[in-house]
Protein backbone atom coordinates (compact mmCIF):
# COMPACT_ATOMS: atom_id res chain seq x y z
CA UNK A 1 0.00 0.00 0.00
CA UNK A 2 0.87 3.45 -0.74
CA UNK A 3 0.64 5.77 2.22
CA UNK A 4 3.00 8.57 2.05
CA UNK A 5 1.57 10.68 4.43
CA UNK A 6 2.57 14.47 3.09
CA UNK A 7 4.93 16.19 5.72
CA UNK A 8 3.79 19.29 7.23
CA UNK A 9 5.54 21.28 4.86
CA UNK A 10 3.58 19.33 2.10
CA UNK A 11 0.79 20.36 3.62
CA UNK A 12 1.58 24.22 3.54
CA UNK A 13 2.12 23.78 -0.50
CA UNK A 14 -1.52 24.79 -1.06
CA UNK A 15 -1.88 27.77 0.71
CA UNK A 16 1.52 29.09 -0.53
CA UNK A 17 -0.04 28.26 -4.15
CA UNK A 18 -3.37 30.06 -2.97
CA UNK A 19 -1.58 32.95 -1.60
CA UNK A 20 0.80 33.12 -4.97
CA UNK A 21 -2.74 33.30 -6.95
CA UNK A 22 -3.86 35.50 -4.63
CA UNK A 23 -1.22 38.39 -4.78
CA UNK A 24 -1.17 37.91 -8.72
CA UNK A 25 -4.80 38.71 -8.62
CA UNK A 26 -4.47 41.95 -6.70
CA UNK A 27 -1.20 42.61 -8.61
CA UNK A 28 -3.02 43.16 -11.38
CA UNK A 29 -6.12 44.79 -10.25
CA UNK A 30 -3.80 46.95 -8.55
CA UNK A 31 -1.89 47.80 -12.51
CA UNK A 32 -5.90 48.40 -13.75
CA UNK A 33 -4.70 46.48 -16.71
CA UNK A 34 -8.65 45.51 -16.62
CA UNK A 35 -11.20 47.86 -16.20
CA UNK A 36 -12.87 47.32 -12.72
CA UNK A 37 -16.19 46.52 -14.09
CA UNK A 38 -14.56 43.49 -15.39
CA UNK A 39 -12.22 42.76 -13.39
CA UNK A 40 -13.11 43.39 -9.55
CA UNK A 41 -10.51 43.93 -7.31
CA UNK A 42 -10.06 41.29 -4.22
CA UNK A 43 -10.66 43.58 -1.31
CA UNK A 44 -14.22 44.71 -3.98
CA UNK A 45 -14.64 41.03 -3.13
CA UNK A 46 -14.26 40.76 0.26
CA UNK A 47 -16.55 43.79 1.04
CA UNK A 48 -19.18 42.20 -1.19
CA UNK A 49 -18.88 39.30 1.03
CA UNK A 50 -18.91 40.95 3.94
CA UNK A 51 -22.08 42.78 3.31
CA UNK A 52 -23.60 39.56 1.57
CA UNK A 53 -23.04 37.86 5.10
CA UNK A 54 -24.36 40.76 7.06
CA UNK A 55 -27.83 41.13 5.26
CA UNK A 56 -27.45 37.23 5.57
CA UNK A 57 -28.40 36.37 2.27
CA UNK A 58 -25.26 34.61 1.63
CA UNK A 59 -26.40 31.87 4.87
CA UNK A 60 -30.19 31.88 2.64
CA UNK A 61 -28.20 31.22 -0.43
CA UNK A 62 -26.39 28.23 0.95
CA UNK A 63 -28.80 26.85 3.02
CA UNK A 64 -31.13 26.68 -0.43
CA UNK A 65 -28.69 25.01 -2.75
CA UNK A 66 -27.41 22.91 0.01
CA UNK A 67 -30.95 21.78 0.41
CA UNK A 68 -31.87 20.92 -2.93
CA UNK A 69 -28.55 19.01 -3.57
CA UNK A 70 -29.07 16.96 -0.41
CA UNK A 71 -32.50 16.31 -1.43
CA UNK A 72 -31.99 15.59 -5.18
CA UNK A 73 -29.27 13.12 -3.86
CA UNK A 74 -30.13 11.49 -1.13
CA UNK A 75 -33.12 10.41 -3.51
CA UNK A 76 -30.64 9.41 -6.39
CA UNK A 77 -28.40 7.55 -4.19
CA UNK A 78 -31.95 5.88 -1.96
CA UNK A 79 -33.69 4.95 -5.52
CA UNK A 80 -30.16 4.15 -7.57
CA UNK A 81 -28.24 2.04 -5.48
CA UNK A 82 -31.18 -0.28 -5.09
CA UNK A 83 -31.94 -0.22 -8.45
CA UNK A 84 -28.23 -1.02 -9.88
CA UNK A 85 -28.13 -4.25 -7.05
CA UNK A 86 -31.31 -5.46 -8.79
CA UNK A 87 -30.36 -4.43 -12.10
CA UNK A 88 -26.29 -6.19 -11.20
CA UNK A 89 -28.47 -9.84 -9.95
CA UNK A 90 -30.61 -9.94 -13.04
CA UNK A 91 -28.78 -10.20 -16.57
CA UNK A 92 -31.99 -10.06 -18.67
CA UNK A 93 -33.55 -6.74 -16.73
CA UNK A 94 -29.71 -5.62 -17.11
CA UNK A 95 -29.49 -6.22 -20.96
CA UNK A 96 -32.82 -4.71 -21.13
CA UNK A 97 -32.45 -1.70 -19.14
CA UNK A 98 -28.90 -0.76 -19.21
CA UNK A 99 -29.06 1.12 -23.04
CA UNK A 100 -31.54 3.00 -21.43
CA UNK A 101 -29.53 3.86 -18.49
CA UNK A 102 -26.61 4.71 -20.55
CA UNK A 103 -28.52 6.73 -22.90
CA UNK A 104 -30.16 9.23 -19.92
CA UNK A 105 -25.98 9.07 -18.05
CA UNK A 106 -24.91 10.17 -21.45
CA UNK A 107 -27.58 13.42 -21.51
CA UNK A 108 -26.85 16.52 -19.64
CA UNK A 109 -29.07 17.12 -17.24
CA UNK A 110 -29.38 20.67 -18.40
CA UNK A 111 -30.95 19.08 -21.35
CA UNK A 112 -33.94 18.77 -18.75
CA UNK A 113 -34.40 22.45 -17.32
CA UNK A 114 -37.27 23.13 -20.04
CA UNK A 115 -39.13 20.69 -19.40
CA UNK A 116 -38.13 21.29 -15.22
CA UNK A 117 -39.96 24.41 -15.44
CA UNK A 118 -42.85 23.40 -17.40
CA UNK A 119 -43.14 20.67 -14.82
CA UNK A 120 -42.31 21.93 -11.82
CA UNK A 121 -42.17 26.01 -12.04
CA UNK A 122 -39.62 27.78 -10.31
CA UNK A 123 -38.17 27.23 -6.72
CA UNK A 124 -37.08 24.04 -4.79
CA UNK A 125 -39.00 21.49 -6.86
CA UNK A 126 -37.05 21.90 -10.63
CA UNK A 127 -33.90 21.89 -9.16
CA UNK A 128 -34.52 18.62 -7.08
CA UNK A 129 -35.56 17.54 -10.15
CA UNK A 130 -32.20 17.95 -12.18
CA UNK A 131 -30.38 17.23 -9.68
CA UNK A 132 -32.20 13.77 -9.26
CA UNK A 133 -31.65 13.59 -13.05
CA UNK A 134 -28.06 14.47 -12.68
CA UNK A 135 -27.32 11.81 -10.31
CA UNK A 136 -29.38 9.21 -10.46
CA UNK A 137 -28.11 7.55 -13.89
CA UNK A 138 -24.80 7.19 -12.66
CA UNK A 139 -25.13 5.84 -9.58
CA UNK A 140 -27.03 3.15 -11.02
CA UNK A 141 -24.18 2.18 -13.16
CA UNK A 142 -21.69 2.26 -11.03
CA UNK A 143 -23.66 -0.13 -8.75
CA UNK A 144 -24.06 -2.45 -11.77
CA UNK A 145 -20.85 -2.41 -12.92
CA UNK A 146 -19.49 -2.69 -8.81
CA UNK A 147 -22.07 -6.07 -8.58
CA UNK A 148 -20.36 -7.16 -11.71
CA UNK A 149 -16.99 -7.29 -10.05
CA UNK A 150 -18.01 -8.98 -7.34
CA UNK A 151 -15.58 -12.14 -7.22
CA UNK A 152 -17.70 -15.37 -7.29
CA UNK A 153 -15.73 -16.86 -4.84
CA UNK A 154 -16.91 -14.86 -2.04
CA UNK A 155 -20.68 -16.16 -3.21
CA UNK A 156 -19.28 -19.61 -2.89
CA UNK A 157 -17.85 -19.23 0.72
CA UNK A 158 -20.59 -17.72 1.57
CA UNK A 159 -22.70 -20.90 0.69
CA UNK A 160 -20.43 -23.05 2.31
CA UNK A 161 -20.95 -21.54 5.54
CA UNK A 162 -24.72 -21.22 5.22
CA UNK A 163 -25.51 -17.47 4.68
CA UNK A 164 -29.07 -17.26 3.75
CA UNK A 165 -30.37 -15.02 0.96
CA UNK A 166 -30.66 -11.51 3.40
CA UNK A 167 -26.89 -12.29 4.24
CA UNK A 168 -25.51 -13.30 1.17
CA UNK A 169 -27.16 -9.60 0.38
CA UNK A 170 -26.08 -7.68 3.54
CA UNK A 171 -23.07 -9.59 4.45
CA UNK A 172 -21.31 -10.40 1.11
CA UNK A 173 -22.95 -8.08 -1.74
CA UNK A 174 -22.98 -4.40 0.09
CA UNK A 175 -19.62 -4.48 1.59
CA UNK A 176 -17.99 -6.20 -1.59
CA UNK A 177 -19.43 -2.77 -3.66
CA UNK A 178 -19.16 -0.38 -0.60
CA UNK A 179 -15.66 0.75 -1.86
CA UNK A 180 -16.83 1.29 -5.38
CA UNK A 181 -19.87 2.76 -4.79
CA UNK A 182 -18.69 5.65 -1.97
CA UNK A 183 -16.32 6.18 -4.91
CA UNK A 184 -19.18 6.66 -7.19
CA UNK A 185 -21.16 8.73 -4.66
CA UNK A 186 -18.17 11.28 -4.54
CA UNK A 187 -18.21 11.47 -8.27
CA UNK A 188 -21.58 12.07 -8.23
CA UNK A 189 -22.18 14.19 -5.83
CA UNK A 190 -19.55 16.70 -7.18
CA UNK A 191 -21.86 15.94 -10.43
CA UNK A 192 -24.55 17.40 -8.34
CA UNK A 193 -22.78 20.37 -7.12
CA UNK A 194 -22.21 21.50 -10.99
CA UNK A 195 -25.81 21.20 -11.63
CA UNK A 196 -27.50 23.11 -8.84
CA UNK A 197 -25.30 25.93 -10.15
CA UNK A 198 -26.66 25.95 -13.73
CA UNK A 199 -30.14 24.93 -12.55
CA UNK A 200 -30.86 27.64 -9.65
CA UNK A 201 -29.51 30.47 -12.58
CA UNK A 202 -32.18 29.43 -14.26
CA UNK A 203 -35.55 27.81 -12.67
CA UNK A 204 -34.22 29.78 -9.09
CA UNK A 205 -35.48 32.25 -6.79
CA UNK A 206 -32.63 31.60 -4.41
CA UNK A 207 -29.32 29.84 -3.58
CA UNK A 208 -25.80 30.20 -5.16
CA UNK A 209 -26.63 29.81 -8.59
CA UNK A 210 -29.68 31.93 -8.52
CA UNK A 211 -27.28 34.74 -6.26
CA UNK A 212 -24.49 34.45 -9.33
CA UNK A 213 -26.86 35.01 -12.19
CA UNK A 214 -28.69 38.38 -10.30
CA UNK A 215 -24.82 39.53 -9.72
CA UNK A 216 -24.67 39.52 -12.93
CA UNK A 217 -27.82 41.18 -13.73
CA UNK A 218 -26.94 43.86 -11.54
CA UNK A 219 -23.62 44.21 -12.71
CA UNK A 220 -22.11 43.08 -9.11
CA UNK A 221 -19.05 41.59 -10.58
CA UNK A 222 -17.79 41.57 -6.89
CA UNK A 223 -20.53 39.31 -5.49
CA UNK A 224 -20.24 37.22 -8.61
CA UNK A 225 -16.76 36.51 -7.78
CA UNK A 226 -17.05 36.38 -4.05
CA UNK A 227 -20.55 33.37 -4.89
CA UNK A 228 -17.66 31.77 -7.38
CA UNK A 229 -15.48 31.48 -4.14
CA UNK A 230 -18.35 29.97 -1.90
CA UNK A 231 -19.35 27.50 -4.49
CA UNK A 232 -15.92 26.52 -4.86
CA UNK A 233 -15.55 25.71 -1.07
CA UNK A 234 -18.29 24.06 -0.67
CA UNK A 235 -17.77 22.07 -3.28
CA UNK A 236 -14.37 20.57 -1.81
CA UNK A 237 -15.93 20.48 1.78
CA UNK A 238 -18.19 18.46 0.37
CA UNK A 239 -15.95 15.98 -0.98
CA UNK A 240 -14.38 16.07 1.90
CA UNK A 241 -17.21 15.11 3.84
CA UNK A 242 -17.95 12.18 1.41
CA UNK A 243 -14.47 11.50 1.80
CA UNK A 244 -14.74 10.27 5.31
CA UNK A 245 -16.64 7.54 3.71
CA UNK A 246 -13.50 5.61 2.74
CA UNK A 247 -11.78 5.94 6.28
CA UNK A 248 -14.58 3.13 7.53
CA UNK A 249 -11.97 0.28 8.28
CA UNK A 250 -13.96 -2.48 6.56
CA UNK A 251 -14.01 -0.17 3.63
CA UNK A 252 -10.12 0.22 3.50
CA UNK A 253 -9.19 -2.92 1.56
CA UNK A 254 -10.55 -1.24 -2.14
CA UNK A 255 -8.67 1.67 -1.63
CA UNK A 256 -5.28 0.60 -0.06
CA UNK A 257 -4.05 -2.09 -2.89
CA UNK B 1 -19.93 -42.09 11.36
CA UNK B 2 -18.20 -44.60 9.00
CA UNK B 3 -14.60 -45.09 8.41
CA UNK B 4 -14.66 -43.95 5.25
CA UNK B 5 -16.07 -40.46 5.28
CA UNK B 6 -15.39 -39.76 1.40
CA UNK B 7 -16.76 -42.22 -1.67
CA UNK B 8 -16.87 -41.76 -4.87
CA UNK B 9 -18.98 -44.60 -6.48
CA UNK B 10 -18.40 -45.08 -10.28
CA UNK B 11 -18.67 -41.80 -10.49
CA UNK B 12 -18.94 -40.09 -13.90
CA UNK B 13 -19.35 -36.54 -15.17
CA UNK B 14 -20.28 -34.64 -18.10
CA UNK B 15 -20.27 -30.99 -19.38
CA UNK B 16 -22.60 -31.16 -22.49
CA UNK B 17 -20.82 -33.24 -24.67
CA UNK B 18 -17.21 -32.99 -22.66
CA UNK B 19 -16.55 -36.17 -20.34
CA UNK B 20 -14.43 -34.77 -17.34
CA UNK B 21 -14.75 -38.28 -15.17
CA UNK B 22 -15.11 -41.68 -16.30
CA UNK B 23 -16.62 -44.05 -13.66
CA UNK B 24 -14.29 -42.67 -10.96
CA UNK B 25 -14.23 -44.81 -7.46
CA UNK B 26 -12.66 -43.42 -5.08
CA UNK B 27 -12.85 -44.68 -1.32
CA UNK B 28 -11.24 -42.38 1.48
CA UNK B 29 -10.58 -43.53 5.43
CA UNK B 30 -11.12 -41.28 8.18
CA UNK B 31 -8.34 -39.20 9.09
CA UNK B 32 -6.50 -40.11 5.47
CA UNK B 33 -4.66 -37.43 3.74
CA UNK B 34 -4.86 -38.03 0.27
CA UNK B 35 -3.48 -35.62 -2.68
CA UNK B 36 -4.75 -35.57 -6.28
CA UNK B 37 -1.95 -34.65 -9.17
CA UNK B 38 -2.35 -34.94 -12.73
CA UNK B 39 -2.17 -32.80 -15.84
CA UNK B 40 -3.25 -29.20 -15.95
CA UNK B 41 -7.28 -29.20 -16.96
CA UNK B 42 -7.18 -33.15 -15.88
CA UNK B 43 -10.43 -32.20 -13.85
CA UNK B 44 -8.63 -32.31 -10.64
CA UNK B 45 -10.99 -29.15 -9.33
CA UNK B 46 -13.99 -30.54 -10.52
CA UNK B 47 -13.47 -33.44 -8.27
CA UNK B 48 -13.18 -31.49 -5.52
CA UNK B 49 -16.64 -29.25 -6.92
CA UNK B 50 -18.43 -33.20 -6.68
CA UNK B 51 -16.73 -33.99 -2.98
CA UNK B 52 -18.36 -30.73 -1.70
CA UNK B 53 -21.44 -31.23 -3.63
CA UNK B 54 -21.19 -28.12 -5.43
CA UNK B 55 -21.48 -30.61 -8.57
CA UNK B 56 -23.57 -33.31 -9.08
CA UNK B 57 -22.40 -36.30 -10.72
CA UNK B 58 -24.24 -37.19 -14.47
CA UNK B 59 -23.82 -41.00 -13.23
CA UNK B 60 -22.28 -42.96 -9.90
CA UNK B 61 -22.88 -41.50 -6.61
CA UNK B 62 -20.56 -39.63 -4.18
CA UNK B 63 -21.28 -40.31 -0.31
CA UNK B 64 -20.02 -37.50 2.33
CA UNK B 65 -19.91 -37.51 5.50
CA UNK B 66 -19.41 -35.05 8.45
CA UNK B 67 -18.46 -30.97 8.20
CA UNK B 68 -17.13 -30.53 4.53
CA UNK B 69 -14.73 -27.50 4.31
CA UNK B 70 -13.10 -26.26 1.18
CA UNK B 71 -10.20 -24.10 1.09
CA UNK B 72 -9.81 -22.16 -2.48
CA UNK B 73 -7.33 -21.31 -4.75
CA UNK B 74 -7.86 -17.80 -5.03
CA UNK B 75 -7.69 -15.32 -2.30
CA UNK B 76 -11.26 -16.22 -0.53
CA UNK B 77 -11.14 -14.13 2.62
CA UNK B 78 -13.68 -11.43 2.84
CA UNK B 79 -11.85 -8.20 2.77
CA UNK B 80 -13.45 -6.38 4.48
CA UNK B 81 -13.59 -8.69 7.60
CA UNK B 82 -11.10 -8.72 10.09
CA UNK B 83 -9.27 -12.02 10.71
CA UNK B 84 -11.06 -12.88 13.72
CA UNK B 85 -13.86 -12.17 11.93
CA UNK B 86 -13.28 -14.39 9.25
CA UNK B 87 -12.46 -17.30 11.27
CA UNK B 88 -15.41 -16.74 13.24
CA UNK B 89 -17.17 -18.23 9.79
CA UNK B 90 -16.38 -21.28 10.48
CA UNK B 91 -18.18 -21.48 13.72
CA UNK B 92 -21.60 -19.73 12.88
CA UNK B 93 -22.96 -23.37 13.75
CA UNK B 94 -21.64 -22.74 17.57
CA UNK B 95 -24.47 -21.03 19.42
CA UNK B 96 -22.52 -20.85 22.56
CA UNK B 97 -20.86 -17.50 22.20
CA UNK B 98 -18.22 -18.08 25.01
CA UNK B 99 -17.17 -21.34 23.33
CA UNK B 100 -16.82 -19.12 20.18
CA UNK B 101 -14.49 -17.12 21.55
CA UNK B 102 -12.47 -19.65 23.61
CA UNK B 103 -12.04 -21.36 19.51
CA UNK B 104 -11.51 -18.40 18.12
CA UNK B 105 -8.19 -17.76 20.70
CA UNK B 106 -7.09 -21.38 20.30
CA UNK B 107 -7.10 -20.99 16.58
CA UNK B 108 -5.40 -17.56 16.79
CA UNK B 109 -3.06 -18.87 19.05
CA UNK B 110 -2.50 -21.94 16.52
CA UNK B 111 -1.69 -19.99 13.70
CA UNK B 112 0.37 -17.54 15.30
CA UNK B 113 -1.42 -14.97 14.77
CA UNK B 114 -2.78 -13.66 18.05
CA UNK B 115 -1.44 -10.15 17.45
CA UNK B 116 -3.47 -9.96 13.84
CA UNK B 117 -6.47 -10.73 15.14
CA UNK B 118 -8.21 -7.19 14.38
CA UNK B 119 -6.02 -6.85 11.30
CA UNK B 120 -7.76 -6.92 8.13
CA UNK B 121 -6.49 -9.43 5.03
CA UNK B 122 -5.15 -6.72 2.65
CA UNK B 123 -3.03 -6.30 5.83
CA UNK B 124 -1.29 -9.43 6.03
CA UNK B 125 1.41 -11.43 3.94
CA UNK B 126 0.01 -13.95 1.65
CA UNK B 127 1.22 -16.71 3.52
CA UNK B 128 -0.32 -15.22 6.85
CA UNK B 129 -3.70 -14.86 4.82
CA UNK B 130 -3.35 -18.40 3.55
CA UNK B 131 -3.13 -18.99 7.50
CA UNK B 132 -6.08 -17.77 8.38
CA UNK B 133 -7.81 -19.63 5.04
CA UNK B 134 -7.11 -22.69 6.72
CA UNK B 135 -8.26 -21.71 10.07
CA UNK B 136 -11.68 -20.45 8.49
CA UNK B 137 -11.77 -24.43 7.55
CA UNK B 138 -10.48 -26.05 10.19
CA UNK B 139 -12.05 -24.33 13.20
CA UNK B 140 -15.47 -25.46 14.78
CA UNK B 141 -14.96 -29.25 14.63
CA UNK B 142 -14.98 -29.82 10.44
CA UNK B 143 -14.72 -33.23 9.45
CA UNK B 144 -13.45 -33.29 5.97
CA UNK B 145 -11.28 -30.39 4.36
CA UNK B 146 -10.92 -30.12 0.93
CA UNK B 147 -7.58 -28.26 -0.07
CA UNK B 148 -7.95 -26.56 -3.71
CA UNK B 149 -4.26 -25.56 -4.88
CA UNK B 150 -3.94 -23.71 -1.57
CA UNK B 151 -0.49 -22.83 -1.69
CA UNK B 152 -0.22 -22.15 -5.25
CA UNK B 153 0.23 -18.09 -5.23
CA UNK B 154 2.75 -18.37 -2.50
CA UNK B 155 6.43 -18.23 -3.43
CA UNK B 156 8.54 -21.12 -3.01
CA UNK B 157 9.77 -20.92 0.17
CA UNK B 158 6.56 -19.31 1.92
CA UNK B 159 5.09 -22.82 0.04
CA UNK B 160 7.45 -24.75 2.06
CA UNK B 161 6.74 -23.06 5.56
CA UNK B 162 3.02 -23.46 4.68
CA UNK B 163 3.41 -27.08 4.33
CA UNK B 164 4.96 -27.67 7.55
CA UNK B 165 2.80 -25.61 9.20
CA UNK B 166 -0.64 -27.36 8.03
CA UNK B 167 0.94 -30.53 8.82
CA UNK B 168 1.69 -29.20 12.56
CA UNK B 169 -2.22 -28.00 11.97
CA UNK B 170 -3.18 -31.61 11.10
CA UNK B 171 -1.18 -32.88 14.19
CA UNK B 172 -3.41 -30.59 16.90
CA UNK B 173 -6.72 -31.22 14.74
CA UNK B 174 -6.60 -33.86 12.69
CA UNK B 175 -8.87 -34.19 9.69
CA UNK B 176 -9.66 -36.32 6.56
CA UNK B 177 -7.95 -34.27 4.00
CA UNK B 178 -8.19 -34.48 -0.02
CA UNK B 179 -5.44 -31.83 -1.36
CA UNK B 180 -5.46 -30.90 -5.07
CA UNK B 181 -2.31 -29.57 -6.53
CA UNK B 182 -0.01 -29.31 -9.33
CA UNK B 183 2.94 -29.46 -7.00
CA UNK B 184 4.32 -32.94 -6.90
CA UNK B 185 6.85 -31.95 -4.12
CA UNK B 186 3.67 -30.56 -1.70
CA UNK B 187 2.00 -34.41 -2.55
CA UNK B 188 4.71 -36.10 -1.79
CA UNK B 189 5.93 -34.15 1.21
CA UNK B 190 1.99 -34.13 2.87
CA UNK B 191 0.02 -36.91 1.67
CA UNK B 192 -0.71 -40.75 3.02
CA UNK B 193 -1.77 -41.01 -0.44
CA UNK B 194 -1.29 -39.90 -3.63
CA UNK B 195 -3.85 -40.46 -6.67
CA UNK B 196 -2.61 -39.47 -10.14
CA UNK B 197 -5.28 -39.01 -12.38
CA UNK B 198 -4.99 -39.23 -16.70
CA UNK B 199 -5.23 -36.79 -19.02
CA UNK B 200 -9.81 -36.03 -19.50
CA UNK B 201 -11.95 -37.68 -19.19
CA UNK B 202 -9.82 -38.57 -16.31
CA UNK B 203 -9.44 -41.79 -14.31
CA UNK B 204 -7.27 -42.66 -11.85
CA UNK B 205 -3.80 -43.95 -13.29
CA UNK B 206 -1.86 -45.54 -10.51
CA UNK B 207 -1.91 -44.44 -6.74
CA UNK B 208 1.17 -44.25 -4.33
CA UNK B 209 1.42 -44.53 -0.42
CA UNK B 210 3.94 -42.82 1.50
CA UNK B 211 4.56 -44.52 4.80
CA UNK B 212 5.90 -41.50 6.60
CA UNK B 213 5.38 -39.52 9.68
CA UNK B 214 4.37 -35.62 9.01
CA UNK B 215 6.23 -33.23 9.14
CA UNK B 216 8.44 -34.42 6.60
CA UNK B 217 11.57 -32.95 5.51
CA UNK B 218 11.27 -32.06 1.52
CA UNK B 219 14.70 -33.62 1.30
CA UNK B 220 14.19 -36.71 2.82
CA UNK B 221 15.07 -39.79 0.58
CA UNK B 222 11.29 -40.99 0.27
CA UNK B 223 9.94 -37.78 -0.76
CA UNK B 224 12.00 -37.20 -2.93
CA UNK B 225 11.89 -40.91 -4.40
CA UNK B 226 8.04 -40.64 -4.04
CA UNK B 227 8.56 -37.21 -6.68
CA UNK B 228 10.56 -38.87 -8.83
CA UNK B 229 7.72 -42.12 -9.46
CA UNK B 230 5.29 -39.65 -9.78
CA UNK B 231 6.79 -37.58 -12.15
CA UNK B 232 8.05 -40.79 -14.04
CA UNK B 233 3.98 -41.94 -13.70
CA UNK B 234 3.70 -38.85 -15.99
CA UNK B 235 6.22 -39.18 -18.19
CA UNK B 236 8.46 -35.98 -16.97
CA UNK B 237 11.22 -38.60 -15.96
CA UNK B 238 12.68 -41.88 -16.65
CA UNK B 239 12.36 -44.38 -13.95
CA UNK B 240 15.86 -45.14 -13.17
CA UNK B 241 17.74 -47.25 -10.61
CA UNK B 242 17.67 -45.23 -7.56
CA UNK B 243 13.43 -44.82 -7.12
CA UNK B 244 13.82 -48.08 -4.50
CA UNK B 245 12.82 -47.40 -1.44
CA UNK B 246 10.77 -49.79 0.67
CA UNK B 247 8.72 -47.20 2.17
CA UNK B 248 7.02 -46.14 -1.25
CA UNK B 249 5.42 -48.65 -2.72
CA UNK B 250 2.88 -48.48 -5.85
CA UNK B 251 -0.50 -50.06 -5.32
Not at chain 1, 7 to 13: A, P, Q
Not at chain 1, 89 to 96: D, E, G, K, L, Q
Amino acid sequence: MTSNSPSSTDRLLPFVVLLVVLLIWILVSFLHLFPTSVFPSPLDVAKGFVEEVRTGILFDDVIASLFRVTTGFGLAAVTGIPVGLWLGNHARARSAFLPLINFFRSLSPLAWIPFAILWFGIGDLPTVFLIFMASFFPLVLATVAAVANIPSVYFRVARDYGFNGTEMLMRVTLPAIAPQVITSLRVTAGLAWLVVVAAEMIAGRAGLGFAIWDARNGLRMDLLVSGMIVIGIIGIVLDRILMQLTKIPSVRWGYDR
Amino acid sequence: MTDNPLRLDKTSLAFGSVEVFQEVSLTIQRGEFVAVVGPSGCGKTTLLNLLSQFLKPTSGQIISTGRVRMVYQHDSLFPWQTVSENISLGLRHVRDTAEQKRQLNEMLKLINLESFANHYPHQLSGGMRQRVELARALIGDSDILLLDEPFSSLDYLTRIRLRNELARMLDKLPRTVVLVTHDIEEAAQLADRIIVLSDRPARICSEFQVELARPRELTNPVVVTTVHKILAELGIERLGPQASSPAVAAT
